[in-house]
């Protein structure tokens, strides 16, 4: 089975990967980076970072980074719930914010639904981090990110799984916790270190800029150079994208021959 390597890629290295994912995925989206610091200090050390004025939602800060290609810094004060600031471990749990209370009649219908799903979101442990930032992938400003995150179509993205897949198999057993589905994505790939498929909730949606047919990876990003290599052996065995219609009436056999 094929090891990711444990060497953390070059800024040189990510960018190029970038460009290859554009090429091979056509992805419209900006894809960018996500690091943690232990400091307020180490974040705003990083080049042309901008801080925000008001308070966001962490779907925000994500989001003007992918749509706008901003580089944003951030600390607990500059989030507007406990709910961004838990997943990403930037504040001090309190059973106020896990007991769900908040989201009883709105997103469940009782105490014990939504204390459930609080236990259930996947996040950064706590005490460690003081910020956050955020930054399109091909300014090298954060070298490394600690995460990557590339919003995709469905099309765009099983592609993306298969290149994963093409060596060195695993079956991947992803989540949907439901309302705060960052904890699929960033909060997951953040705790566990591994790529984390997520679709995006509402609030990422309504706040963060989603659209309609996307969802998002987040992974490492010693995985780049395998999904480009595993797009590439694909591509070369013709499956690659976009995924040409082969049409509900034809008769399959021509075409399945090519590809099974």
Known sequence: MTIISTQTPSVESIKQSVEDL???LKIKTTMIGMKLFESEKAMASIPKIRRPKKQHT???IVGMAAR???TLGITAK???GDQCRGVLGLAVEDPQWLDGKRYVGIWHASQEDAAARQAALDRVP???YQAMAVSPLA??????PDICLIYATPGQMILLINAL???GYRKFDWQVVGETACADSWGRALARG???LSIPCFAERRYGGVQDDELLMALPPQYLAKVVKGLRSLAANGLRYPIAPYGVQMDVREGMSASY
């Open 194 to 196: 591994e790529p984390s």
């Open 78 to 80: 500059d989030l507007v």
């Open 139 to 144: 300014s090298g400003r954060l070298d490394p």
């Open 22 to 24: 554009q090429q091979l």
């Open 126 to 128: 706590q005490g460690r």
């Open 68 to 70: 706008l290609g901003w």
């Open 165 to 167: 897949q093409y060596e």
């Open 58 to 60: 962490a779907d925000q």
